[in-house]
């Protein structure tokens, strides 16, 4: 709150911690320019960086009436406990809290006012004395969902086979405290609950040292008899295809299978026009082994194709 033209006498002055005395100015103090930040490396395991957001996906099931109960007694107990079990069908409605609006909270922010980041589809509400009461917004929205503009995404911003699932992002750039603090808004807000099927976490990884990128998936299912089994899944790509020694006898190889085969190719069709003069075309369309060699012809071709595809990809 003090003009830049304000000045003070060293003996009315303590240098606060943070400042510095400027060198062509007795007695003016003027603050540490903090130099410019970078982004801390994140590394999974050692030689492998975090690339990206580390991206949770939640799929979740709507819940019905359990219709494998056969004893009366046990049905009426679970129809006045309101017990439901997970059905098939996967829901997509919005759920659970946005803590920073709920007291109860170490996230609560009594300052910010709800209307301005919801409207009030997007909150719960309750009817009361044919009033609508409306209380604390939902906290997790489906994929499909721009709760920015607070309508439905386009087609090109949705992630095709995700549209009804939950996800969250934690940027590699975050700080510790800012990553505890989504975590704890994900805690808190209630992510994981009854209706939770599947979470997978994913996430992309650069190996500098073989100059290789890795896609890491790991995946939670919620088993129906209380179990969490986990499974996972390492994609890897090498960027540099042909790079070095090994990258040259590579490409020797794969143009050494190629002419190999363009000499089978050549030969096969030898043997057709041979039976083409013979008039015995009919014996070699007949002979199963020929239909084998086309069709080893066929799959190394294709074979072939793809990997040059891969490989323009990659470049």
């Not at 911690?17 to 003027?30: E, H, M, Q």
């Not at 805690?187 to 290789?212: C, H, L, P």
């Not at 960027?239 to 190629?258: A, P, S």
Request: aromatic share 12%; charged share 20%; glycine share 6%.
């Amino acid at each position: 709150g003090v003009s830049n033209s304000t000045t003070f006498a060293d003996a009315d002055f303590v240098e606060p911690a943070g400042f510095s005395r400027t060198g062509n100015t007795t007695g003016r103090y003027a603050p540490v320019v903090k130099p410019p930040s970078t982004t801390t490396a994140r590394f999974v395991t050692p030689f492998n960086r975090l690339v990206g957001a580390i991206v949770i996906t939640q799929e979740r099931s709507e819940q019905t009436t359990c219709s494998g109960i056969a004893s009366a007694s046990v049905k009426n107990y679970t129809s006045a406990a309101g017990v439901t079990c997970p059905s098939d069908k996967t829901a997509a409605d919005p759920y659970g809290f946005d803590p920073t609006f709920m007291s109860s909270s170490a996230s609560y922010n009594g300052k910010l006012n709800v209307e301005e980041f919801y409207t009030l589809d997007e909150r719960y509400y309750t009817e009361s004395n044919g009033e609508t009461v409306y209380a604390v917004p939902k906290g997790f929205f489906p994929h499909s969902y721009d709760q920015v503009r607070h309508q439905t995404k386009t087609k090109d911003q949705i992630w095709s086979g995700d549209e009804n699932k939950f996800k969250l992002y934690l940027d590699e750039r975050l700080t510790q405290s800012e990553a505890m603090k989504m975590l704890e808004f994900a805690t808190d807000g209630k992510f994981i609950d009854e209706q939770t099927k599947s979470i997978t976490v994913k996430m992309v990884t650069f190996n500098a040292d073989k100059n290789i990128f890795s896609v890491l998936s790991i995946t939670f299912s919620w088993e129906t008899g209380g179990t969490i089994p986990w499974d996972y899944t390492i994609n890897t790509l090498s960027v540099d295809l042909y790079q070095g020694t090994k990258g040259t006898i590579q490409r020797v190889l794969e143009v050494f299978c190629i002419i190999c085969l363009v000499i089978n190719v050549v030969a096969e069709i030898s043997d057709v026009m041979h039976e083409m003069r013979a008039f015995n075309l009919l014996a070699y369309l007949t002979d199963p082994f020929n239909w084998v060699d086309w069709c080893h012809f066929c799959v190394m071709a294709a074979t072939f194709a793809s990997w040059v595809v891969h490989a323009n990809h990659a470049a």
